[in-house]
Every structure is written in structure tokens, then in C-alpha cells.
């Protein structure tokens, strides 16, 4: 095993008194550390050459790297300054930041302009229009929104641009609420010329680019990120096919119905409008789920965009669940009214809605279950509005055909119980297995975060993962929840929530598929793109471009492979993180952290050699591409890096699956035999596994940790019987319940194989101390023992059976003595159990594995050695290992699963009592 770098804190104190702290490994330079932290100190060059970077190390131990003394004079050097582009660390270091903490973080930007109008267009409704003096610098995306200063006040409220985002005038679609402040203000004291400011944009709710269909569901005031998105097609000139279905509560809440038209002459979009009012006058009645069917989604590959209330976004979630749409995408932004920041003075406005209002287009919870209000579903015929006919009436005979059944999908059944919604599609990532409660995110399950995990460390910057409590979505770092202002009390949350209340999530029916996960990130990064280009410092720039750079090493261009792959995935999340942190906007980079690309960068790439060659280098391409300005060959760029990321995923997919065949094969060994396999989730034990299942065996798979159970799927699937436990073997009530579930499923247990205990510590004996001895021998002694003493009985019983235990050739070994003195436990169960057993037909052998070379574990014995002396016992076990064997190498996992198959196999039914060495020739 590569040693890995020692890691030390480093304090960053900045000029205003505020200290930061980051981990930066000896391998790594302090400026490095602090961009991947999302810090941003001042760098240029990154080369040792502009002096940009010069610090004052007021403690601490470091190597100074190289530059030159234009950058650092010697005397500077010599009296405790450095350059953080270059400045390794030996120790922890204290390090002055010549500049404010404020500098180094990133906030959203704040403009101010003025009222240009003031449009009342319905008793309800309001069309803001606001003219900034720096249009230029506001580059938003369309769908996205801002937070409007209520002037004369204290208080903001989000609304989304209607307006496209070149238009020059922007404006904003407001639903009047009684009392509330926006709504006082603009009802008696808004004029036109009036200064308002907004900071922003904010979201990730917008168009991602593509030619999908788009089906546009708008509740209330929802319309206004709905109209922008088709401006910005109708300006695009795009031929995108698009359905827009508007739904409002009442006859007073529609607007803009002028706009639609004239955008649908444009754009060729067909669409239609309810209200859910039973009074209404408009051409449909009842709720935006009536008014789309499957023709919208044209046979998968359309997207849904959906802005509304919470209660719309479920039931539309829900409706298309139950009738089976599966979109290629399904975005939404819904505003929860419980969240209205309660900022104010008094906080006097709790009912305001900034939009949309709760109540539109959306059926209400029925008051019990099959109540069936007649007519809320019937489309009305009329003359009115749509500019596609054919469509409508798709969508109305659908209505009417789906008769009973829509009605009960919709009045029926009780709405998702929001904070809990299921996801849209089945398909969620096996458990990681940590026990932990699990919450979703964008359909994803969130775990414990793992160990070691990165933690960003600007506990005030709204940016910045919160340290703490941290949870993570595959390894990806999410906002804890008492970090989210939670809609309403529930256990967990499953999108983004800003803290002005508005949730904004997508989901993709495949987004467990490595290639979605890619597509959705190429999507979000050129909105991303957008938003940055032109607007980045140099000081941004230089960051990229160090966080570029430090994925370079870890990829051997030249021969197609990784260097070290977890380096790879750690460097190049940074470096994606750091365009979505540049854009100001919390939202988009929770939304890509969110997508779980890292995490399933690290599950996928934990083995991987092959890498496609431009992935680093990709990078820099990027860099100096937004550097220059040059948006195609940026956005070229981004997307052929999506592919060459693909295609990196596709490749190291296929070498796993490869590598998990097993090599040697003998057809039928075990043919009607059934096999119990402790310590199967992997190593030797899922080798084994995988092995006698080739072989014809029916397996009970059991270990402590929940992989097995996908073991068993994969296993399964290759039609190969196969149950599995999770206990914990260490307890005697873990290896009973083992052999009860065996015998529960197939009534017997012909073979039982132990592959389990490993070393958790490496140290001289003395440098044990008691409590780690004891651990080390629960870990490899008892689950053994236990396991012999559980499976026996039942094999006398039935006056045959073979038990194999997997021992070590650790018993002769440096550095593990409380190890080998469960291992030499093992050897002793399994010569005295053969001795009692054979008179009853039943066999007991072990093979003593040597060195072995195998995946990284996917869940660690013990903490990886961190000192150096820690680091050094351990290269000293290996060197023994290898130097051991007359064959000085390390064995494979197929070379041991052969010998265990063999010695548990009727082949070997005159061998009992052995414990045989595989280890190239050490005896042990
Ligand atoms: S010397 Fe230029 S950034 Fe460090």
C-alpha cells in the first residue's frame, strides 16, 4: 500500500482577525489546500514567480518549494515568509493571509436599479419591472431568481425573472397577499423611478441545454421562470418542442395569457390553462395534471420544468408515477410558504406568497380517502385560448378515457406527505450499510459522511459545506439539515432548500447510472459557464487553474492510466466544484454536489487503471478557455470532458465487472451442495463466493456488513441461489442466527467456509496497548470459533458435512502478534475440531493465506496508518510478506479462492485436520 502523505492543520488569520483552518497534506501546497477548501487566498502565477502569494508563516515547520527571488527574496524568506503556491507543510503551520476573509470568500452580488413599471395585471397579480445600472454585470439563467429588497424596509422576498435573461428591462410576475410587505408596498407606495435593489441570481432551477422535448408546468405566479425559459427559446430561435400547461387558482390569477399567445406564435409551443375555481370561466377546470399526457413525454424523452407549490410539484410527482412517465428529466422549483423569511421587524407578514401561491392548479388533500369531487377533473370543452387544438383534445380524451382512475389518482389518494416524498423512480444505490438513518437527496440516498472526508471549514460562508454534521451523498458532502431551513418538521429532506424557502430539485429516471450522473453535471456546468464567463478575476482564474493542475499528476497521459485514481477523484471534484462556487449561487453548487459525482466516481474508480488521456489535461483546456473568453471552445470542452469521463466510468465498470469473474473455474464441483460463506462481502470471502456459485453451489452469504445483500443480488443475477445475512460474528448470537437462516432456507448446510477476522493494527507487541489486543482477537479469533461451534451440531447431525477456516500465515509474522495469536487460535480449532468431528463424517480444514493482493477494501479493518512510524511498521509487514515467500510476490485472490474450493469440495474427501500455507512457499 502507497503511503499516504502525512496531513497537518493550517491556520489561515486573515487581516480582519478571522482565522480559518484547512488540512493540507506535506504533499500539498498551502495555497492547494485552501482553493479545495473553497478558500480563496490570493494566488497568480502559481508558479513560484509573481509573489502574489506571499504569507507570513508565524509557526510551524515547511518546505519553501521553488520560486524565484523575484517572487521571494532570500532575506523574506529567511525571516519567515513564504509563497502558498509553493510552501508544503512539515508541521501545522499559522500562516497571515494579507487580505480579509471577506475577500477570500464569495458571496452573491448585489445591484440596484430602479422601477421602470408597475403593471396590475389581474386583482391579484402584479408585474414588476426593474431596469439595473450594471446590466451588463447581471448574467442570469432563465427559470433562475433574486431577492428583491422590499424598499422602506428590511425584508426580502424571491421572485423569479419572467424576463429572458438579454433582455434589458427585467421583470418579475407578484402575487398580492393581504398584509404582506412586498404587497403593501406595491399596492400604495410603488411608483415608477423608485430604487429597489436585489442581490442574485440565484437557483438551480433553469433550461439545461438539450434538444429534449420540454413539457412546462406553471402553478400561479410559477408562470414568471416558465416565461423566461420561453423567451429565452423564442430569442434562441429554438426548435424545441414544447408544451406548456399554466394552472391558476382562480379566474383573478391568471395573467399574461397575451404573453403565452404570442410566445406560442413564435416558438410553435402548444399549450394550455386551468383553474382549479369551479366557478371559473376559463376553458378548463380543475388541476395542471389533467391538461398532459403521455404524448408530452414523448415516449421518455422529454423533460419536465415545473414551478408551483410544494402540493403541485407532489401531485405532479405522484401523477406521473402512477401513470408510468418516466421523464428523461424532471426539474422543479416549488416556494414553500411556511419559509417566508421571517426577517421583518415583527415578522408581520407571515401569509405573504411571494409566489407561486399554494393554493394553484393543484388538487387539495381530500378530506378521506376515494373522495370523489364530480367534475373537478372534467375537461371542459370551449372555444377558448389553446394555439393547439390536436393536443388539447389528446389531453381531454385522455381525461375522459382515464375516467374513474385519474379521478382517484387525483382526489384518492392522499398527497406525498411533503419532506417525505418518494422518489419519482425506483432504483435507489444499495445501503452503504453504516447503520446511519438514511435521508434522499435529488432521488439519491445520503450516508454518514466516510472517514476522512474533506470538510470545508468557513463555518459562515453561505457556500461552504457547514464542518459539522455534515451528511454525504455517496462521499459527497451535503448541507446537514438543521443547515437547511426545513420546509416543515420532517426526518429529512430530498432537494435543496435556500433559505428563503425555495426548494429546487432534479431528478433523472437513470441518475444511478454513471452516464446520467455526467450528462446532468455537463448540463449544470454550461449554465455554470455561463454565468462566470467574462466575470471571473484573475485572482479566480489562478485558482482554477491550480485546482487544474492538481489533478495532472495523477494521470499518465502518455500511457492511459491513472497514477493513483482516489487522488484523480479527489483533485478533479475540487476542480468542478470550483466553477459552481465562482457563480455565487448556492444552489447550483449544492445541485452538482448533490448529483453525487464524486461519490460515484470513487465506488467506480476505487480499482480503475485505464483513464482516457485527456481528462486531466482537459482541465487546463478549460481553464484556458474561459481565461480567453472563448465560449465555444469552452463549452466544447466541457462537454467533450463529460464524455471522456464516460467514458473513463464505462471502462473502469467493465474491468470490475471483469475482475469479478472468477479465473479458475471447475463446472458443477459444487453442484446440489449447499455453501456458507462468513466474511463474504469481499476479499477472499466474495471470491470464494463468487467462485462456488460458478461452481453449481446454493450460498448463504453472511457478514457483518450489509454489501452481501448486494452480493446476493449480483449473484442472483447470474440465476445462482443465494441468501444473505447480516450479523455480527463476533457475538455467539451472530453466528447462530447465521446457521438458522441457512438451515431456514435450504434445511441443511453441506459446507461452511470462514473467511473471516484480518488485522486491524500493525505495530511492534510492545506498542499495543491492551485494549487493541482484545480487539484484535474478537476480530480474528472468536467470529471463527463461534461460527465452528454454530454450524457443528447441525453437521453431525446429518453425519457429513466440511468446515474450512481461513487462518494466516501471520502466525510467523513481524508486527501483528495479537493477530497471529488468533490466527494460531484458528489453526488449533481446526486440527483438535477435525480430530472430534471425523468420526461423524464431518471435515475440518484451513488454508493459511500469505500475502494477498486485492481491491482497496470498500470498508476499512481499522484507521489507515497516518505517522510516519505507523506507516513504516506497516511497509515493514509487507517486506516481510514478500521477502517470506519463495516466490516473493503477493498472491491473487483467485490463487486463494482455488485452494479453499479445492480443500471444501468432495475432490479432497480424504484430506481432514490440514491447515495448508498459501503463500508462495512460506509455511507460516
Ligand atoms: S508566486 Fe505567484 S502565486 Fe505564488
Redesign the pocket.
Known amino acids: 500500500m502507497a503511503a499516504t502523505p502525512a496531513t497537518h492543520q493550517v491556520a489561515l488569520a486573515f487581516e480582519d482577525g478571522v482565522t480559518r483552518f484547512i488540512n493540507c497534506r506535506e504533499d500539498q501546497s498551502v495555497?492547494d489546500a485552501s482553493y479545495r477548501s473553497r478558500i480563496n487566498i490570493?494566488?497568480?502565477?502559481?508558479?513560484?514567480?509573481?509573489?502574489?502569494?506571499?504569507a507570513f508563516c508565524e509557526s510551524g515547520d515547511y518546505d519553501r518549494g521553488s520560486?524565484i527571488a523575484d517572487?521571494?527574496a532570500d532575506d523574506e524568506a529567511d525571516a519567515g515568509y513564504l509563497?502558498?503556491?509553493?510552501a508544503k507543510p512539515r508541521t501545522d503551520l499559522v500562516v497571515q493571509i494579507p487580505t480579509t476573509s471577506a475577500v477570500a470568500k464569495t458571496a452573491a452580488a448585489t445591484f440596484a436599479g430602479r422601477v421602470t413599471g408597475l403593471d396590475r395585471l389581474s386583482p391579484t397579480t402584479v408585474r414588476l419591472a426593474v431596469e439595473i445600472d450594471d446590466r451588463d454585470k447581471l448574467a442570469f439563467l432563465p427559470g433562475q431568481y433574486v431577492n428583491i429588497a422590499v424598499p422602506g424596509t428590511d425584508i426580502t422576498r424571491s421572485y423569479s425573472f419572467s424576463s429572458a435573461p438579454d433582455d434589458k428591462e427585467l421583470s418579475f410576475l407578484i402575487k398580492l397577499s393581504p398584509g404582506g410587505v412586498m404587497s403593501e408596498w406595491l399596492e400604495h407606495r410603488a411608483q415608477v423611478g423608485d430604487e429597489v435593489a436585489f442581490t442574485g441570481p440565484h437557483g438551480s432551477f433553469f433550461l439545461r441545454e438539450s434538444d429534449a422535448p420540454l413539457l412546462l408546468l406553471a402553478g400561479g405566479t410559477g408562470l414568471a421562470p416558465i416565461l423566461s425559459i420561453l423567451r429565452t427559446l423564442r430569442a434562441q430561435g429554438s426548435s424545441r418542442t414544447v408544451h406548456l400547461v399554466y394552472g391558476a387558482t382562480t379566474d383573478d390569477d391568471v395573467v399574461e395569457l397575451d404573453t403565452v399567445r404570442e410566445l406560442a406564435a413564435a416558438t410553435g409551443l402548444s399549450w394550455d390553462y386551468c383553474v382549479a375555481d369551479p366557478a371559473t370561466s376559463a376553458p378548463n377546470q380543475g388541476y395542471v395534471t389533467s391538461l398532459f399526457g403521455p404524448e408530452h413525454l414523448h415516449d421518455g424523452t422529454g423533460a419536465v420544468y415545473l414551478c408551483g407549490p410544494p402540493p403541485m410539484v407532489e401531485a405532479v410527482r405522484g401523477d406521473l408515477r402512477e401513470r408510468g412517465l418516466d421523464p428523461v428529466g424532471f426539474y422543479y422549483e416549488k416556494f414553500a410558504l411556511a419559509a417566508v423569511p421571517d426577517t421583518g421587524a415583527g415578522a408581520g407578514d407571515p401569509g405573504e406568497q411571494a409566489e407561486p401561491e399554494p393554493a394553484a392548479a393543484v388538487p387539495p388533500v381530500p378530506a378521506g380517502a376515494g373522495d370523489e369531487r364530480p367534475g373537478a377533473v372534467a375537461a371542459q370543452q370551449s372555444s377558448a385560448q389553446p394555439s393547439s387544438p390536436s393536443s388539447r383534445r389528446e389531453g381531454a380524451d385522455a381525461l375522459l378515457t382515464l375516467g374513474g382512475r385519474e379521478g382517484h389518482a387525483l382526489l384518492g389518494q392522499p398527497l406525498t406527505r411533503f419532506g417525505e416524498p418518494e422518489p419519482l423512480h425506483a432504483g435507489a444505490p444499495a445501503s452503504a450499510g453504516s447503520g446511519e438513518p438514511e435521508y434522499a437527496i435529488l432521488g439519491q440516498r445520503v450516508f454518514a459522511p466516510s472517514p476522512g472526508e474533506p470538510r470545508a471549514l468557513d463555518d459562515d460562508e453561505p457556500l461552504l459545506v457547514a464542518p459539522e454534521g455534515a451528511r454525504s451523498v455517496q462521499s459527497m458532502p451535503v448541507l446537514p439539515a438543521s443547515d437547511i431551513d426545513p420546509l416543515v418538521a420532517t426526518g429529512g429532506t430530498r432537494a435543496t432548500v435556500s433559505e428563503d424557502g425555495y426548494e429546487i430539485g432534479e431528478e433523472h429516471p437513470d441518475i444511478h447510472s454513471s452516464d446520467a450522473i455526467f450528462d446532468a453535471r455537463e448540463a449544470l456546468e454550461l449554465g455554470a459557464l455561463e454565468l462566470v464567463l467574462g466575470r471571473l478575476s484573475s485572482r479566480d482564474v489562478?485558482g482554477y487553474r491550480l485546482l487544474a493542475e492538481a489533478t495532472v499528476p495523477y494521470v499518465d497521459r502518455g500511457a492511459q492510466r491513472f497514477t493513483d485514481a482516489e487522488a484523480y477523484t479527489e483533485t478533479n471534484a475540487a476542480f468542478h466544484d470550483y466553477l459552481f462556487t465562482r457563480t455565487r449561487n448556492t444552489h447550483l453548487l449544492r445541485a452538482y454536489q448533490a448529483l453525487g459525482v464524486k461519490g460515484a466516481m470513487s465506488e467506480t474508480l476505487r480499482s480503475a487503471v485505464w483513464c482516457h488521456p485527456d481528462c486531466a489535461q482537459d482541465h487546463l483546456d478549460i481553464v484556458d478557455a474561459i481565461e480567453a473568453g472563448d465560449r465555444t471552445r469552452a463549452r466544447e470542452l466541457i462537454s467533450s470532458h463529460a464524455e471522456n469521463s464516460k467514458a473513463t466510468m464505462r471502462r473502469a465498470m467493465r474491468d470490475a465487472a471483469r475482475a469479478r469473474r472468477p479465473r479458475f473455474v471447475t463446472p458443477g464441483r459444487y453442484d446440489g451442495l449447499v455453501v456458507l460463506v462468513t466474511g463474504a462481502a469481499q476479499g477472499i470471502g466474495e471470491a470464494v463466493a463468487r467462485r462456488v456459485g460458478a461452481e453449481g453451489g446454493s450460498l448463504v452469504l453472511a457478514d457483518r456488513s450489509d454489501q452481501v445483500t448486494a452480493l446476493a443480488g449480483d449473484l442472483a443475477a447470474d440465476d445462482v441461489p443465494a441468501e444473505a445475512v447480516t450479523a455480527d460474528l463476533e457475538h455467539w448470537e451472530g453466528a447462530e442466527s447465521v446457521v438458522a437462516a441457512a438451515l431456514q432456507r435450504y434445511g441443511r448446510v453441506d459446507v461452511a467456509i470462514h473467511t473471516v477476522g484480518g488485522t486491524i493494527w500493525a505495530k511492534p507487541f510492545e506498542h499495543y496497548p491492551p485494549e487493541q489486543i482484545r480487539a484484535e482477537i474478537d476480530r480474528s479469533l472468536w467470529p471463527t470459533l463461534w461460527s465452528c461451534r454454530a454450524v457443528a451440531p447441525h453437521m453431525v447431525e446429518q453425519g457429513a458435512g466440511t468446515i474450512l477456516n481461513v487462518s494466516s500465515v501471520a502466525t510467523r509474522g513481524l508486527h501483528r502478534v495479537p493477530y497471529a495469536a488468533a490466527k494460531g487460535g484458528v489453526n488449533a480449532i481446526t486440527s483438535a475440531l477435525a480430530m472430534e468431528l471425523a468420526p461423524h463424517g464431518v471435515r475440518v480444514l484451513a488454508t493459511a493465506p500469505g500475502g494477498t493482493e486485492a481491491p482497496p477494501r470498500r470498508i476499512p479493518r481499522g484507521p489507515a496508518p497516518e505517522s510516519q512510524q505507523e506507516q513504516d511498521w506497516y511497509s515493514t509487514i509487507v517486506e516481510q510478506t514478500t521477502e517470506s515467500s519463495l516466490m516473493k510476490r503477493y498472491g491473487t485472490l483467485d490463487e486463494q479462492a482455488a485452494a479453499i474450493t479445492f480443500l471444501a469440495s468432495p475432490e479432497a474427501s480424504y484430506i481432514t485436520g490440514t491447515v495448508l500455507p498459501v503463500a508462495g512457499g512460506d509455511q507460516g
Open positions: 495555497a490570493p494566488v497568480d502565477c502559481s508558479d513560484g514567480a509573481c509573489g502574489t502569494c506571499k520560486y517572487a521571494l509563497l502558498a503556491c509553493q489562478a
